[in-house]
């Protein structure tokens, strides 16, 4: 591997490690999962369901027809959401010269990790915090495989395939922290190659000043909800996959 390649990786991960740190800190990231599962099952489930479902899964007292309406409920509002900041930031003023983009950004994973968060909880995953209701080192790692799994990555498919077929073969198991970070690092460092990409684009839209806010906002469309509809589609086929029961992961 080149010199070139390898500060061009560094660069990438540098990239996406301070996205990170800068879209969990926005107030709306961090999902409480029993607040969240509480909020959404009323629609459709009795207390007592409800209790089950936040005590156990979700997939107990759901139809998938249930859980796909919630789903897409979720998807439409950040999209909504992601679209409207994305659009105001795209409006001319001067002020998106001082690091609009990276700002653009942040809002924008921002709202992947938050929807990442409850489409998981729907689909009965256990919480991505820690027992201080915390995202940990472990947690963006699993945050950052599965926006790799959102943007289509193939090593991040197979290693949430891998994950599950580990998590399959026993009753509870602990995620390889080993494994996590096999395949992290690699992933980010993509991610971020990627990000580059994306913010020249909106970057390239916001110079026009009587256009930037549409173009901004239609980038942020046509990026977001590709990445949404392909997370659901993992984790429907993960639904179908009968003999896995997601609750048997411990993060």
Same mark, same amino acid.
């Given at each position: 591997?080149?010199?070139?390649?390898?500060?061009?990786?560094?660069?990438?991960?540098?990239?996406?490690?301070?996205?990170?740190?800068?879209?969990?800190?926005?107030? /709306?990231?961090?999902?409480?999962?029993?607040?969240?599962?509480?909020?959404?099952?009323?629609? /459709?489930?009795t207390p007592m369901e409800v209790i089950t479902a936040v005590n156990e899964s979700p997939t107990k007292v759901l139809t998938k027809k249930e859980i796909d309406k919630l789903a897409n409920q979720c998807i439409?509002?950040?999209?909504?959401?992601?679209?409207?900041?994305?659009?105001?930031?795209?409006?001319?003023?001067?002020?998106?010269?001082?690091?609009?983009?990276?700002?653009?950004?942040?809002?924008?994973?921002?709202?992947?990790?938050?929807?990442?968060?409850?489409?998981?909880?729907?689909?009965?995953?256990?919480?991505?915090?820690?027992?201080?209701?915390?995202?940990?080192?472990?947690?963006?790692?699993?945050?950052?495989?599965?926006?790799?799994?959102?943007?289509?990555?193939?090593?991040?498919?197979?290693?949430?395939?891998?994950?599950?077929?580990?998590?399959?073969?026993?009753?509870?198991?602990?995620?390889?922290?080993?494994?996590?970070?096999?395949?992290?690092i690699k992933i980010a460092q993509w991610i971020g190659i990627n990000m580059t990409k994306e913010g020249f684009a909106k970057g390239a839209g916001k110079v026009l000043p009587l256009v930037g806010a549409p173009?901004?906002?239609?980038?942020?469309?046509?990026? /977001?909800?590709?990445?949404?509809?392909?997370?659901?589609?993992?984790?429907?086929?993960?639904?179908?996959?009968?003999? /896995?029961?997601?609750?048997?992961?411990?993060?």
């Amino acid at each position: 591997m080149s010199e070139e390649t390898n500060e061009k990786n560094t660069q990438s991960l540098a990239l996406w490690n301070r996205v990170l740190s800068t879209s969990v800190k926005l107030p /709306f990231v961090k999902v409480d999962r029993d607040e969240f599962l509480t909020k959404e099952l009323t629609k /459709f489930c009795t207390p007592m369901e409800v209790i089950t479902a936040v005590n156990e899964s979700p997939t107990k007292v759901l139809t998938k027809k249930e859980i796909d309406k919630l789903a897409n409920q979720c998807i439409s509002y950040h999209l909504t959401m992601v679209c409207g900041t994305s659009a105001l930031m795209g409006l001319p003023g001067g002020w998106w010269m001082a690091g609009t983009i990276p700002t653009d950004l942040a809002q924008f994973y921002g709202h992947v990790l938050s929807l990442m968060q409850k489409l998981m909880y729907l689909y009965g995953w256990p919480p991505l915090t820690d027992i201080n209701n915390q995202l940990d080192d472990e947690s963006l790692n699993i945050m950052t495989l599965f926006v790799g799994v959102m943007m289509g990555n193939k090593l991040a498919i197979e290693a949430l395939g891998k994950i599950v077929a580990q998590a399959s073969k026993k009753a509870s198991i602990k995620i390889s922290e080993t494994l996590m970070a096999k395949y992290a690092i690699k992933i980010a460092q993509w991610i971020g190659i990627n990000m580059t990409k994306e913010g020249f684009a909106k970057g390239a839209g916001k110079v026009l000043p009587l256009v930037g806010a549409p173009i901004s906002a239609t980038i942020t469309y046509y990026t /977001f909800r590709p990445m949404a509809r392909r997370l659901k589609k993992h984790l429907d086929d993960l639904y179908e996959m009968r003999h /896995f029961d997601v609750r048997q992961l411990e993060y």
